[in-house]
């Protein structure tokens, strides 16, 4: 029986090789049957692609193709001309590839002779920088280069005075630009004050009252201290509220008490917080003192509160001056001199002023004699007025003859006035 069992389990290993090997021959003739499967789909395709090539040539010139056998090409069949084809195309490549290797030894004895070439010119280039630094001696090389490094250093000097001076003329330009504004106008307020005429509905004189205009400078230099003062309260207030900011910050927490000078920061509710602490239990003491604390600070806020009422009242009162000021602004005698005055006509307006004629007859009528002619002011002029002849400031007491004459003639300008009124 075992003998039985051993030979039946010999002949099933025997049948199981025997399957996988016809299971791999098997698999093995279908990769083989792809691949012809594969070759034939190729040729198909290939012939398929003769076939319209050929066709193509069929339809493109059919005359030729049937007839060249027999007509052009006697005793050739057309499996000839293909073989002389092909071997006249082989000839051709075998030239084109000879072709193509002249080109390339061409180009690579070209990059040699450029490359001799270039050598060369560096090589001539060495030998002229060998000649030149033997002809040159040391000390004079050394001498070359100071004077470079001279010559740089002027330059970077010269670019910085260059930069400074440009720096200047724009500060002088920005100067003379208003020097130039202050100049027309304070032209244009004498103008005004010595030519204020009369109304054209005949009412009174318009003039200008120099006292009027000497209170109102005091008014002015009041008003600019007082804002000076609030400046310099603000300012004190400011740093004492910055030294109390970083004593806070440099201490980390709020303490109660008294601050060596830099004031006590202590907010209701921190108030609040101290108070309802519960600390270790004390007397009656510690009562009667919380309630003052909590009297105080009631009476505190309401402080506070009058505070901010009195301070919104405050503002009020402020608006209702600013618009009172701003209303009888225009009364100023500064504000009468300044109508119809624009800065915008600094530079299209050139600053004149009138020069009376010499007054060779004294009889002539005051309409003869207040004729003036127009005078362009240049900076020399400018300056022959504001200085004295000896370059030196000139007297208060004194006017210069220029403007001495102006006055004059302003003068009897407006006597005139009222006598042509009159006449009229």
């Known amino acids: 029986m075992d003998q039985y069992a051993d030979n039946y389990i010999g002949e099933n290993c025997v049948l199981r090789r025997k399957l996988q090997s016809k299971a791999e021959a098997l698999l093995i003739l ?69 072709l193509k290797q002249k080109l390339k030894d061409a180009y690579g004895d070209i990059k040699v002779l450029r490359a001799g070439m270039h050598q060369r010119a560096l090589s001539a280039a060495a030998d002229c920088a060998a000649q030149a630094a033997d002809c040159a001696p040391g000390h004079q090389r050394e001498e070359l280069v100071a004077r470079l490094e001279a010559a740089g250093a002027r330059c970077m000097q010269l670019e ?18 208003a020097y130039r504004c202050k100049a027309h106008r304070l032209n244009h307020q004498l103008a005004t004050l010595l030519r204020s005429r009369a109304d054209p509905h005949n009412n009174a004189l318009r003039t200008v009252d120099i006292d009027a205009l000497v209170m109102e400078n005091r008014y002015l230099q009041e008003r600019l201290e007082q804002l000076q003062e609030e400046k310099e309260l603000s300012q004190q207030t400011l740093s004492k509220y910055k030294a109390m900011l970083e004593k806070k910050r440099q201490k980390g927490s709020l303490k109660l008490g008294n601050s060596g000078g830099g004031g006590l920061v202590v907010s209701h509710k921190q108030v609040h917080q101290l108070l309802n602490d519960e600390g270790p239990p004390a007397e009656n003491a510690l009562a ?29 009162l402020a608006g209702r001056v600013r618009e009172l000021e701003q209303r009888t602004e225009v009364v100023f005698p ?38 003036t002619k127009i005078m362009k002011i240049d900076s020399d002029s400018v300056d022959e007025k504001i200085l004295c002849p ?35």
């Open 30 to 98: 279908s990769q083989e049957l792809e691949q012809c499967r594969t070759e034939r789909d190729q040729f198909k395709l290939m012939a398929e692609q003769i076939q319209g090539r050929y066709s193509k040539l069929k339809k493109i010139c059919p005359d030729s193709i049937i007839g060249y056998g027999s007509a052009h090409l006697p005793g050739k069949s057309v499996a000839q001309l293909v073989e002389e084809l092909s071997e006249k195309n082989k000839a051709l490549v075998l030239e084109q590839e000879d």
């Open 160 to 177: 910085a005075d260059v930069r400074g001076l440009l720096d200047d003329k724009e500060e002088l330009e920005k100067e003379c630009d």
């Open 288 to 316: 009667e003192l919380r309630s003052l604390c909590l009297a105080l600070l009631e009476a505190l806020q309401d402080k506070s509160l009058a505070l901010a009422h009195q301070k919104k009242s405050n503002r009020i």
């Open 334 to 371: 500064s504000q009468m001199l300044l109508q119809g005055y624009s800065g915008a006509q600094v530079d299209k307006e050139p600053v004149v002023i009138p020069i009376p004629e010499a007054q060779g007859n004294s009889e002539q009528p005051s309409s003869v004699t207040t004729a």
């Open 390 to 424: 000896d370059n030196s400031i000139a007297d208060e007491d004194t006017l210069p003859p220029r403007l001495q004459q102006l006055v004059l003639s302003a003068m009897k300008e407006i006597e005139a006035e009222p006598s042509s009124l009159t006449v009229n």
